[in-house]
């Protein structure tokens, strides 16, 4: 009864389902379609992206994160009261 309305040449002359419908969007190439999923990339990794970055107004690379361990580094070993610097506590 209700397996009458559905048959396999529905699909091709416009029915379907969502999946059917994303393949049409995704495969078709159409101008429109491309620009939209430009558009839905640019939102999914734009945000994160957003507000990953915000607040932070200096970035700092390897180089400087590595001058100020050194620096922390020297500072510790030179205030400690023993000698040796491979004494942990």
């Known amino acids: 009864m209700g397996n009458e309305t559905k048959s396999n040449g529905a699909s091709s002359l416009g029915g379907g389902g969502f999946r059917a419908k994303m393949e049409h969007y995704v495969y078709s190439g159409e101008k429109k379609h491309v620009l939209a999923g430009i558009g839905i990339f640019t939102v999914i990794f734009g945000i994160p992206w ?6 932070s107004n200096n970035h700092r690379s390897h ?3 590595m001058e100020k361990a050194d ?6 070993l ?3 009261p023993s000698p040796s610097p491979s004494s942990d506590k």
């Open 78 to 80: 030179s205030s400690s």
């Open 71 to 76: 620096k922390a580094r020297k500072a510790r």
């Open 50 to 55: 957003y507000l990953m970055n915000r607040g």
């Open 63 to 65: 180089q400087d994160y």
